[in-house]
C-alpha cells in the first residue's frame, strides 16, 4: 500500500471509529435487543466521512512531486524546491511569493531576514510555524535574482497550492505582499488597496465542528493580505499598519477558535490596554 493510500485510510478509521462511538452512545435505546428481535441497522455514516476530498493525495506526496516538478524554467534552476512547512490542520496558512536565496539553498521556506520578521510578526499574535501555522509560497521555485515570479510559473505551480489548502484547511489565510494576495484572491488590486480588509478564498473545504463530530463542508476560508516582510524590512512605516492587520487577523481568529481566543489572551489583554478601539473589539474574550 502507498503512503498516501495509508493516510487515506488512517483518516478513514480515525474518523469511523469516533463516529462509531458517538453514534452508538446516541443510538444506545435502539441497540438493546433481543435474539428474536434483530438488531437495527446502524444509522448512515455522515456523507462527509465517505467522501475523500483529498483524491488521495497527501502533502508528503505534494512534497515529492514538487521535489521533481520540472512545469516551468524554474525548476532548471532551482537548488533545492521548497514545498512549504508546518503542522498538518493549522489555524493559519501564511502564503509568500516564492523562495529566496536562503529558501533555495535549505529547501524551507521564510528562513533569511524575512522570515526571521515573519516568525516575530506571527509571534505577535500567537501565531508560530511549529504549532499552528503552515507556512508556504505561491511559486515553489527561486525565481532568480529575486525576480517576481512570471504568469506562466505562477500557473504552472498554481495546483500545488491549492491541493495544500484543500489538504490543510486552515481556518484563515495570511497573504503576505501582493503576489499571495492577487493570487489567492483572482484580483489585480494592489497591495495598499488589498491590506487590511478580509477576503474569501471559495474554493477551500474548511472544518467545522459539529458538537463532537467534525464534518467538512463547503465554507469559504478568510484570507487577510498584509505587507510582505521583504517589504517591511526596506520600508519601516509599513510596520505599524501591517500590526494593525495581524490584530484583525487575531480578532477573526478569536471569534472562530475557542482555544486561541484563550491562549492569546493575555497578547489582547496586552493591545487592548494599548487601544480602546480594539478594547471594545475583542471585549467578549475578555470578560
Ligand atoms: N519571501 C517569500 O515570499 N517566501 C519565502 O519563502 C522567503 C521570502
Given at each position: 500500500m502507498k503512503a498516501s493510500e495509508k493516510a487515506v485510510l488512517a483518516r478513514f478509521l480515525d474518523t469511523a471509529s469516533d463516529w462509531l462511538r458517538d453514534g452508538y452512545a446516541l443510538h444506545k435505546e435502539e441497540y438493546s435487543f433481543t435474539d428474536d428481535d434483530p438488531p437495527p441497522s446502524p444509522p448512515p455514516l455522515p456523507l462527509a466521512y465517505l467522501v475523500d476530498e483529498s483524491g488521495g493525495e497527501s502533502l508528503e506526496a505534494i512534497a515529492a512531486e514538487i521535489a521533481g516538478c520540472t512545469s516551468c524554467g524554474l525548476g532548471k534552476t532551482r537548488t533545492n524546491a521548497v514545498p512549504g512547512e508546518g503542522p498538518?490542520?493549522?489555524?493559519v496558512m501564511v502564503i509568500g511569493e516564492g523562495p529566496g536565496a536562503d529558501e533555495d539553498a535549505s529547501g524551507r521556506p521564510f528562513v533569511g531576514k524575512a522570515g526571521q520578521l515573519l516568525d516575530k510578526m506571527l509571534a505577535a499574535i500567537g501565531l508560530s510555524r511549529d504549532r499552528n501555522c503552515y507556512i508556504a509560497n505561491v511559486v515553489k521555485c527561486r525565481p532568480p535574482e529575486n525576480r517576481d515570479p512570471a504568469p506562466e510559473e505562477i500557473a504552472a505551480c498554481a495546483s500545488y497550492l491549492e491541493t495544500q489548502i484543500r489538504l490543510l484547511k486552515p481556518k484563515a489565510i495570511l497573504c503576505a505582499g501582493r503576489v499571495a494576495a492577487q493570487f489567492i484572491l483572482s484580483t489585480g488590486e494592489g497591495i495598499n488597496r488589498l491590506r487590511g480588509r478580509f477576503g474569501e478564498y471559495p474554493a477551500a473545504v474548511a472544518i467545522e465542528k459539529t458538537g463532537t463530530l467534525q464534518s467538512d463542508g463547503m465554507i469559504p476560508v478568510p484570507v487577510l493580505p498584509t505587507y510582505h516582510p521583504s517589504a517591511i524590512l526596506r520600508d519601516e512605516s509599513l510596520k505599524r499598519p501591517a500590526f494593525e492587520d495581524l490584530k484583525l487577523l487575531m480578532v477573526k481568529l478569536a471569534a472562530m477558535d475557542k482555544a486561541y481566543a484563550g491562549e492569546c489572551r493575555p497578547l489582547l489583554e496586552k493591545y487592548a490596554a494599548q487601544d480602546p478601539a480594539f478594547s471594545e473589539q475583542v471585549r467578549e474574550y475578555l470578560d
Open positions: 498538518e490542520h493549522p489555524l
